[in-house]
């Protein structure tokens, strides 16, 4: 069984970085460079909305509200999904989740097209 594992949330102050990483459990690897790995986020209160994915083949794509402020890359051979995240706003706020979907067809995965999730990780951005 596929298994994700975020790490690298906390608190930060408006304007600040912080990087996310996501890892594969042990024979969960093989997503990588096969599948569609992008993150989304939760707010309170909110849906959960895709931010950033990326393709097998290392094509990204990005949610509005964060192109130019987030980069997402992979490194295949170490399984590991990162999301870099710059000049954050309050409204960054939410539950950072990891997932894997089985394409991205150029844009980000929707929700039911998800196939596997992370347990996430806190970002809190504060003014």
């Known amino acids: 069984q596929v298994q994700l594992a975020e790490s690298g949330g906390g608190s930060v102050q408006s304007g600040g970085s912080l990087k996310l990483s996501c890892t594969a459990s042990?024979?969960?690897?093989?997503?990588?460079?096969?599948?569609?790995m992008a993150w989304f986020r939760q707010a309170p209160g909110k849906e959960r909305e895709g931010v950033a994915a990326?393709?097998?083949?290392?094509?990204?794509t990005y949610a509005d509200s964060v192109t130019g402020r987030f980069t997402i890359s992979q490194d295949v051979a170490k399984a590991t999904l990162i999301l870099e995240m710059n000049s954050l706003k309050p409204e960054d706020t939410a539950m950072y989740y990891c997932?894997?979907?089985?394409?991205?067809?150029?844009?980000?995965?929707?929700?039911?097209?998800?196939?596997?999730w992370g347990q996430g990780t806190q970002v809190t951005v504060s003014s």
């Open positions: 990326i393709d097998h083949a290392g094509s990204t």
């Open positions: 997932a894997a979907a089985p394409v991205c067809g150029g844009e980000l995965p929707p929700l039911i097209a998800v196939g596997y």
């Open positions: 042990e024979y969960s690897e093989h997503i990588f460079g096969v599948y569609c």
